[in-house]
């Protein structure tokens, strides 16, 4: 049963605008027909939407569950492509230096680039939603899976040194699902290669038949780009292929623990500010933080710090003026004069050396303390 999005697939926002509206195109461009099966495939109408938040496009309605099940649409049969497969195979590997390494194919088809890869040197293997792909692919004697990949449905036998997916990307409806499935099959650090048609190849030439009901979205390099990164791939590089056609992704596998202990850090970095203010407040002890850029600003509202006397910036255009969020006042450093403090937390790390240097010219005699992966005591009183 197909499905209807009234929301970015991407991004999730609902402030979609339509882009193309295309009226009686085929249901199914990849069924050709018997004549006795003539009228099994109807027209329908086509409604392309863009996202006005993130620039993703994509079709509002998906295909049935089963749609890829028997789903036959070969390319092997090109000489033009044959090369280009070979060639993009052959540079992958070297590259990457992933002879003798193993590969996964996710959407393989009937195994004409997997063939290619184990050519190159790779040990591919493949998988395919399609029967009948994958028994072309099995008259081959190449090893292909028959599923889906999902986040629930990894690949059997990973992890896999290094992935393939060709072709595909533009036929998901669950694109970070999917994505999410390729990680969960991969070794952290695997290289990755990504090819989908290029949506400007599309817009530049005004092609309107670029645009059919089992291409459910259509990428550029930006929202290419975009889909990778949310879902922790490192891209490497975008560039376009086979004359413009395609765009084409080189990606490294980013730890997803790396995103976990980052959020960890933030917490524990959290802790240890509230702390500190709250051992200074207990020993009644004045505190401030020195700098009110990005990282000072970010910190304060984030740990909702509490107890703070003020904050000291040497920029003459913020002082004199309040924190957003917290609303703490802003001062010179001159401030340390009139109303001194017993500590001090120091938040623009880039100025960290000139700040001591000021604290020493004014013989500042109290505790002082630096934003780091933790709070850092430079100084005791």
């Known amino acids: ?54 620039g993703f496009t994509q079709l509002n309605k998906t295909l049935a569950d089963d749609f890829y099940d028997e789903y036959l649409m070969g390319t092997s049969f090109s000489p033009q492509m044959d090369d280009y497969q070979m060639s993009q195979a052959s540079n992958f590997i070297n590259r990457y230096h992933l002879q003798g390494k193993s590969i996964i194919e996710v959407g393989c088809g009937d195994g004409g ?10 040990k591919a293997v493949g998988i395919e939603p399609s029967k009948k792909f994958r028994d072309e692919a099995l008259k081959k004697n190449l090893k292909v899976y028959l599923g889906y990949v999902s986040k629930q449905n990894p690949i059997p036998n990973g992890e896999y040194d290094a992935f393939v997916t060709r072709q595909v990307l533009e036929h998901v409806p669950e694109i970070h699902d999917f994505l999410q499935g390729i990680k969960k099959s991969i070794k952290k650090d695997s290289i990755g290669l990504i090819e989908v048609p290029s949506l400007e ?24 780009k975009l889909a990778l990164e949310m879902n922790q791939f490192e891209v490497i590089e975008i560039v376009h292929g086979m004359h413009d056609e395609y765009n084409i992704a080189y990606v490294k596998n980013i730890d997803s623990n790396e995103v976990f202990n980052m959020q960890e850090s933030m917490l524990d970095i959290i802790t ?43 920029d003459p255009h913020k002082q004199g003026l309040f924190t957003p969020v917290l609303h703490l006042p802003i001062h010179s450093p001159e401030i340390l004069n009139i109303q001194p403090v017993d500590t001090i937390l120091i938040t623009a790390l880039a100025y960290t050396n000139e700040i001591l240097d000021q604290l020493n010219q004014i013989n500042f005699k109290g505790d002082i303390f630096l934003l780091n992966e933790n709070i850092i005591h430079l100084k005791k009183h």
Not at 10 to 26: G, H, I, M, P, Y
Not at 204 to 210: M, N, Q
Not at 275 to 281: A, D, H, Q, R
Request: a positive charge; aromatic letters at 10%; charged letters at 25%.
């Open 113 to 122: 680039y997997l063939e290619k890869l184990n050519q190159a040197g790779a």
């Open 201 to 224: 190849k599309a817009i530049k030439d005004k092609r309107f038949y670029d645009f059919f009901p089992d291409h459910l979205n259509y990428y550029s390099k930006q929202t290419l």
């Open 272 to 314: 240890q500010i509230n702390n500190l203010i709250t051992k200074e407040k207990q020993f009644n002890r004045k505190i401030a933080i020195w700098g009110a850029g990005g990282k000072g600003i970010s910190t304060m509202a984030a740990a909702n710090v509490e107890g703070v006397s003020y904050v000291i910036d040497t």
């Open 1 to 54: 049963m197909s499905k209807t999005y009234n929301y970015c697939r991407l991004c999730n926002s609902t402030d979609l605008k339509l882009f193309l509206e295309v009226q009686k195109t085929a249901g199914n461009i990849s069924r050709m027909l018997k004549k006795e099966e003539l009228g099994l495939v109807k027209a329908t109408d086509l409604k392309v939407y863009k996202c006005c938040q993130c």
